[in-house]
């Protein structure tokens, strides 16, 4: 076995206050706080953001696996899906984290987020960009990803050209690659942004990594995080229950079914 299993039984709930990158940024705080700190980056569509997600993310801190979570939000601007306006994602966001002291939301686009926390690498390039590095050097990032994305980056496909561009995504995926402009406000650049030393994968019920062999590419799985009452939860299934007018009590928090309410997403047809 090349991880640690890390299981939670419990919910957490965060208490005291939060952190807006953008602030810490205008106060000069952002360098003295994330010195010499473990730095979890987590990115996806959020769409809606779900118990699993939550719990992910908070359980990181409270294990120790990571001291400050930063999350980036998936911009859009990409092939892969179509997902509810950024603005409401967002404002979602910072209503489930708006007290955590050590989960950092930010509105700024990931080319922005890049350069606040990292400088040119010019001994190093990826796919013909430089690639980039923590301006301070003594914080890591780890990488925090769900089983489903471990799964689809990890395992090769049988269909040629979806293996083409599995590669392709393996090749910046997590890396810290400069980001260029046509992908400055772009899903693409999120998962440019930061250079990750390893992962800490959430396991999805259902999903085997067993097949992965420890590692998602070049870059090995430290651990894998698993929430028994939150293994399920997942965005489709939120929104496939919430159009069908079935509950979703269990699978989002009460202050983001508050804000799909009032702004009408993914209703009853």
């Known amino acids: 076995m090349f991880w640690r299993m890390i299981v939670f039984f419990i919910s957490i709930t965060s208490t005291s206050y939060g952190l807006l990158l953008e602030t810490m940024i205008d106060l000069g705080e952002l360098d003295e706080t994330l010195k010499g700190k473990k730095l979890g980056y987590y990115t996806g569509s959020f769409d809606p953001i779900h118990i699993g997600h939550q719990n992910f993310c908070e359980g990181v801190i409270k294990a120790g696996l990571c001291d400050y979570v930063i ?3 998936a911009w859009g601007k990409d092939p892969y899906k179509k997902r509810a306006d950024l603005a409401i994602r967002l404002e979602m966001l910072e209503s489930l984290f708006s007290l955590h002291p050590n989960i950092i939301v930010t509105h700024l686009s990931p080319k922005k987020v890049q350069e606040a926390l990292t400088k040119i690498h010019l001994e190093k390039s990826i796919r013909g960009y430089p690639s980039v590095r923590m301006k301070d050097e003594t914080i890591e990032v780890i ?5 489903d994305t471990a799964l689809s980056l990890g ?3 049988n269909d040629n050209e979806e293996e ?10 997590m890396q810290g690659v400069a980001i260029p402009e046509k992908y400055a406000e772009s899903t693409i650049g999120a998962i440019m942004l930061l250079p990750s030393s390893h992962f800490i994968v959430n396991l999805r019920e259902g999903d085997d ?14 651990t894998v995080y698993e929430t028994s009452q939150t293994a399920h939860a997942s965005s489709t299934l939120v929104k496939k229950l919430l159009k069908n007018g ?3 009590s269990d699978l989002i928090d009460p202050k983001v079914f508050a804000i799909i309410q009032k702004h009408g997403l993914y209703q009853k047809n």
């Open 71 to 73: 999350i980036v939000p």
């Open 143 to 147: 990488a925090l990803i769900g089983s």
């Open 155 to 157: 395992l090769p496909s």
């Open 164 to 173: 083409i561009n599995r590669k392709k995504r393996m090749e910046i995926f």
């Open 209 to 222: 990594l067993s097949l992965l062999n420890g590692q998602v590419g070049e870059k090995l799985i430290s």
């Open 246 to 248: 079935d509950s979703v």
